[in-house]
């Protein structure tokens, strides 16, 4: 097998970019078949299911507090929502029923009701609810392996590796101590799974949809890793292993010349300058912010807030929340854009409703003026710890003056309240996001109103193509570098100037520096980036 496999490519999609080289261990998942037998005692088998239960949402949450101090509260979420699912009540309904009706064991009424709704998730229009497939397979495995006393798999003895599997899950991903983590290699999964969220955070290089027979792998051999490259090299040649030396020699180079630029001011040599931030999604991503050295945060998106709980975050846990950034970042700049709620992100207790098309429906800023109240609190907690740093507040899907002016309304009325409590506040520098044509077409209107612009180019490109960037069918339609997008941000950048206004742009076409240079020769003034981007992108900009 291995002969056959000897100096061949197999290419995949690229989760995290990087080279690595080391010995694999491959990951095949249970071979035990899951047996099924009759049962005397049905009340038993569910006492048994019921305890498994309590030890699997013991072990999430152990997971949850692992994934928080590695990843960050927004991508520790997922095994909050494992918890909840594991307490689902037509879920648990299923598996006691199975119990019941053929008088099974635990571990086989798991299983099958585990395959059952991971099928029916499957098979939904909806792309989130087909998402949450391979989650039900996570809880439901993990239910099987407390009932059948295996455990999981033990990663704390493993020599670093590079990891190949037919996919990874969350929990298995988290477990893992990432010093020990040379590369991931999948022959499933998805760029935008949690598994691949994980891996980006985590810095390590990753593939996904490698079409390798695992069959053929044996733990222990060799193999090559190249993320820029999208492939993966299995028992390498010498002319191979020399080459990816050279590279990862290289790599580590970058690596070493990007932290010297610490410091360092982002300024072409003609002394024209732009501000590098960062986007974060929790307060515990501050680290990374600091540790790449941003300017400020660019944005913070304050809906993970929401996400992955059964209930509003009140007023006081939104203001230490915020709170807790500004005091962090001190002078530096923190934009914080409010909820942004809708879409691809779903929170069940806003009771949004099924939409035909919810990229284009009931979210975002759609919400806090229909439903003022929900708002409010947030606006209030927003003030509040403005008083405490250098805090701008911005709102996302604006599509008309109109709307700016009702927010104005409403930000003056929260004001008046908290005077009247006579609680420390400050009003932020308030700006806008331009994610919508509507908004760039009327962008010398708004221009008057907001303070800044922050220009979110994952929607305006979906938007202004109509092409949902969620459809990975569209993938070769998608072009982030369309002439209209382009012309539309020097469209926007234009009349924010006129008006004496400064504008950003956050979405991920602020990282790509195939078009840095482009947006400094158009004005803008602030690009905001994930964290790990920062110095690649100072590096662009001071080599101009």
Not at 135 to 161: C, H, W, Y
Not at 282 to 293: A, F, R
Not at 373 to 380: G, P
């Amino acid at each position: 097998m291995a002969e056959q496999l000897s100096g061949k490519k197999f290419f995949g999609k690229t989760v995290y970019s990087g080279i690595t080289m080391g010995n694999v261990m491959v990951l095949r998942g249970s071979q035990e078949r899951i047996r099924r037998t009759k049962i005397a005692d049905a009340e038993q088998e569910i006492k048994r299911v019921k305890d498994a239960v309590e030890s699997a949402k013991q072990q999430l949450g152990e997971l949850y507090d692992k994934a928080v101090k590695e990843v960050g509260e927004s991508s520790a979420a997922i095994f909050e929502v494992h918890q909840m699912m594991l307490g689902d009540d037509d879920y648990l309904d299923a598996i006691y029923h199975v119990i019941r009706t053929e008088m099974v064991n635990a571990e086989y009424a798991a299983a099958i009701t585990g395959d059952n709704f991971a099928d029916m998730f499957a098979g939904m229009d909806d792309e989130y609810m087909q998402a949450r497939s391979a989650d039900v397979k996570d809880i439901s495995a993990r239910l099987v392996r407390n009932l059948s006393g295996q455990g999981g798999v033990d990663f704390s003895t493993m020599e670093p590796s590079i990891i190949v599997a037919d996919d990874l899950s969350p929990s298995e991903t988290v477990q893992m101590d990432k010093k020990k983590i040379l590369a991931f290699v999948t022959v499933h999964g998805s760029t935008n799974s949690h598994t691949a969220i994980l891996a980006r955070m985590m810095s390590i290089p990753a593939l996904i949809g490698v079409p390798v027979d695992l069959n053929a792998l044996q733990t222990g051999m060799t193999a090559i890793v190249d993320g820029a490259a999208g492939e993966v090299i299995f028992e390498p040649t010498q002319t191979q292993c020399s080459e990816a030396e050279e590279k990862i020699r290289n790599e580590r180079e970058k690596i070493r010349l990007l932290q010297e630029l610490k410091g360092k001011k982002n300024e072409t040599s003609d002394g024209r300058s732009i501000d590098i931030y960062a986007n974060i999604g929790s307060v515990s991503d501050v680290g990374y912010v600091l540790e790449n050295d941003a300017g400020g945060i660019g944005l913070f998106r304050s809906e993970f807030l929401y996400l992955g709980r059964n209930d509003f975050p009140s007023e006081e846990e939104q203001f230490q929340a915020y709170k807790q950034v500004v005091q962090t970042m001190g002078k530096k700049k923190v934009v914080i854009r409010t909820l942004d709620i809708g879409s691809d992100k779903q929170a069940d207790y806003f009771e949004l409703g099924k939409e035909d098309n919810p990229a284009m429906g009931y979210r975002a800023i759609r919400i806090c003026l229909k439903q003022p109240e929900i708002f409010k609190t947030q606006l209030r907690a927003l003030l509040r710890a403005a008083a405490y740093g250098n805090l701008s507040v911005m709102y996302p899907m604006i599509i008309s003056a109109d709307e700016v002016k009702q927010i104005k309304t409403i930000v003056a009325e929260v004001e008046q309240e908290l005077k009247k409590d006579e609680i420390p506040y400050r009003i932020p520098e308030q700006g806008i996001m331009i994610e919508t044509p509507a908004a760039v077409m009327v962008s010398d209107e708004l221009a008057e109103l907001a303070d800044f612009f922050s220009i979110g180019t994952n929607d305006l490109t979906q938007y202004t193509l109509a092409i949902d960037r969620q459809n990975q069918r569209l993938e070769d339609f998608y072009n982030p570098h369309h002439k209209a997008i382009l012309r539309m941000i020097q469209m926007v950048v234009d009349n924010a100037h006129k008006c004496g206004k400064w504008v950003g742009i956050c979405g991920e076409l602020g990282a790509d520096t195939a078009l840095t240079e482009t947006f400094v020769n158009m004005g803008v003034d602030e690009l905001s980036v994930a964290p790990p981007m920062v110095l690649k992108v100072r590096e662009k900009v001071r080599a101009m």
